[in-house]
T-cell receptor, first 111, second 113 residues
């Protein structure tokens, strides 16, 4: 089944403890992206990748890192999480940059 | 910078009627615009894409229009059903040659039986 998977789905952590949210797609898509969704602010793009080793900032990249070493994986790294990074995170992938397929979401709480 | 606005108030309509949702944008001329459906606690699901040279696009009971002069897209669901109840998101591409996207905050639609 064609899909985008994210792990973990739920995470509660404490300020400053490094964490990684994984994202994987099995559709051989070139493009991948991370978003965060907050009430009243909608979906905001954090980072995106247009191919292996090619990444760029979205609208809200501060406090996040990404890497794209393989086509199928695009992990999101929070080196020192803070409470304002508490949010619902979505990974998305696309073959041609116009139709996006979203993962199920990761709900992160930073205490 | 680009700005995209959707009616943040919920839209309630009676089953069988046509729902019309609005997406307005400023400070930009996107090459295309997309509509997504999102159910509570789930990821958005792509519905339709319309390009700047297309006035209208249809898919089953869905219709999208794109007025580049007004900088507005309208999303219609005809013969609406309670199963159509969800939040609908508008998104525009954020720059040629990039994978940048700007999303609206969404409009929550409730179809009453």
């Amino acid at each position: 089944e064609a899909q985008v998977t994210q792990n973990p789905r739920y995470l509660i952590t404490v300020t400053g403890k490094k964490l990684t949210v994984t994202c994987s797609q099995n559709m051989n898509h070139e493009y991948m992206s991370w978003y965060r969704q907050d009430p009243g602010l909608g979906l905001r793009q954090i980072y995106y990748s247009m191919n292996v080793e090619v990444t760029d900032k979205g609208d809200v990249p501060e406090g996040y890192k990404v890497s794209r070493k393989e086509k199928r994986n695009f992990p999101l790294i929070l080196e020192s999480p803070s409470p304002n990074q508490t949010s619902l995170y979505f990974c998305a992938s696309s073959f041609n940059a116009d139709t996006q397929y979203f993962g199920p979401g990761t709900r992160l709480t930073v205490l | 910078s680009q700005k995209i606005e959707q009616n943040s108030e919920a839209l309630n309509i009676q089953e069988g009627k046509t729902a019309t949702l609005t997406c307005n944008y400023t400070n930009y001329s996107p090459a295309y615009l997309q509509w997504y459906r999102q159910d509570p606690g789930r990821g958005p699901v792509f519905l339709l894409l319309i390009r700047e040279n297309e006035k209208e696009k249809r898919k089953e009971r869905l219709k999208v229009t794109f007025d580049t002069t007004l900088k507005q897209s309208l999303f219609h669901i005809t013969a609406s059903q309670p199963a159509d109840s969800a939040t609908y998101l508008c998104a525009l591409e954020g720059g040629s040659g990039t994978y940048k996207y700007i999303f609206g905050t969404g409009t929550r639609l409730k179809v009453l039986a």
